[in-house]
């Protein structure tokens, strides 16, 4: 579920200097067991970073410490220089957290959910403003007052996102955005992102869909057993056209048995 929180942050994406998201060693424990070792890496504005592990590698333990949901036992999360385990609620005024299904109110319509997160958070976004972050989303016009009951996965997403424009936040956390989405979906998502990115948003997503990391992330890490094993960084092809990460060198360290 998308977080709606008490203001509005006042940062512009693209003004902000240094990583707008950064784990540095940070150690997390669930059940007397560790979850993540030693886990380091850092997001900017406008940039897409793909945290790509199977189950229990610890993807979503990542996330929830960094919207301040777990504690870290060491090491540390900062959002815009804020620490979500100190200061939790102005870290959460500058982020949005997209679950694997958003979850808003089913007898509800998109531009009535949007005004209702909205209204909880102070902030008073026109009808004009509303439909034009729902033309970003590409949330048909047709559907904007009908019931979210009957929304696609893809459908709701594109409602959560236009709530995370809306609030202008800094960062986006991401939980499998792609799981359960038809092709046509996941493309249609993608250029979402790339939207996002190119307004200096700094995107934090985690998945196991390797393909699609590649295709849309600047970077993706390989996170085994709480640990990050590698870290592949969009280059641009021969002929200059659109970076990308070549998915056979992902695959095949994530199918090697040891860290690369």
Do not use: W
Not at 6 to 34: C, F, M, Q, W, Y
Not at 144 to 163: E, H, N, P, W, Y
Not at 205 to 211: A, N, R, S, W
């Amino acid at each position: 579920m998308m977080t709606a929180q008490d203001a509005t942050p006042d940062k512009n994406p693209a003004l902000i200097a240094g990583p707008a998201l950064k784990v540095s060693n940070l150690h997390v424990s669930r059940n007397g067991r560790e979850v993540l070792s030693d886990l380091s890496f850092s997001v900017a504005s406008g940039e897409v970073f793909a945290l790509l592990g199977g189950n229990g590698a610890g993807k979503s333990t990542t996330l929830l410490t960094c919207i301040g949901l777990l504690p870290p036992s060491r090491g540390d999360v900062f959002v815009l220089g804020t620490s979500p385990s100190q200061d939790p609620e102005v870290v959460r005024r500058s982020l949005a957290y997209l679950s694997e299904t958003a979850t808003l109110y089913e007898h509800l319509s998109a531009r009535e959910n949007l005004r209702y997160f909205l209204d909880l958070a102070g902030n008073n976004a026109s009808a004009a403003a509303i439909d034009e972050a729902l033309d970003t989303v590409g949330l048909q016009p047709e559907a904007r007052d009908q019931r979210t009951g009957s929304f696609s996965k893809g459908m709701r997403q594109k409602v959560a996102i236009a709530l995370a424009i809306l609030r202008e936040t800094p960062v986006l956390l991401l939980d499998e955005p792609t799981s359960g989405l038809d092709p046509v979906a996941v493309e249609e998502f993608n250029q979402l992102l790339n939207t996002l990115r190119n307004r200096g948003v700094a995107v934090l997503m985690v998945t196991h869909d390797l393909f699609g990391a590649c295709e849309v992330a600047t970077r993706v890490g390989l996170l085994r057993d709480g640990r990050l094993v590698a870290s592949f960084s969009a280059t641009e092809d021969r002929n200059g056209g659109r970076a990308h990460i070549d998915v056979d060198t992902v695959r095949r360290a994530f199918s090697a048995p040891e860290a690369v």
